[in-house]
Nanobody
Framework: QVQVVESGGGLVQAGESLRLSCAAS????????MGWYRQAPGNQRDLVAS???????NYADSVKGRFTISRDNAKNTVYLQMNSLKPEDTAVYYC?????????????WGQGTQVTVSS
């Protein structure tokens, strides 16, 4: 079994920064793609950013230039640095940990961490 634990969420004012962390542990044979998703009330869960095992990154248009995803393969950890936060970034942020180069339906998910940005 693989456990995925996020941390770093909280309440900030618009323009401030937060850094989310996500660590995978347990019976890990390999880790491929990793990513961050978010879900606001009444909305679907959307991709925020993803990073391949080799470091290739992809961002949602709404966060380009403000968010940075990175990973530490030795620690099975992925990070999301969020700068210039806006009220519309408010959501529960979920970490996705894949075991293949591309995301699969049975990837591992964290429990989510709340990010609230006040205006």
């Amino acid at each position: 079994q693989v456990q995925v634990v996020e941390s770093g969420g909280g309440l900030v004012q618009a323009g401030e920064s937060l850094r989310l962390s996500c660590a995978a542990s347990g019976r890990i044979t390999s880790i491929g793609a990793m990513g961050w998703y978010r879900q606001a009330p009444g909305n679907q869960r959307d991709l925020v950013a993803s990073i391949s095992a080799g470091g290739r990154v992809n961002y949602a248009d709404s966060v380009k230039g403000r968010f940075t995803i990175s990973r530490d393969n030795a620690k099975n950890t992925v990070y999301l640095q969020m700068n210039s936060l806006k009220p519309e970034d408010t959501a529960v942020y979920y970490c996705r940990v894949g075991y293949a180069p591309r995301f699969q339906a049975d990837d591992y998910w964290g429990q989510g961490t709340q990010v609230t940005v006040s205006s």
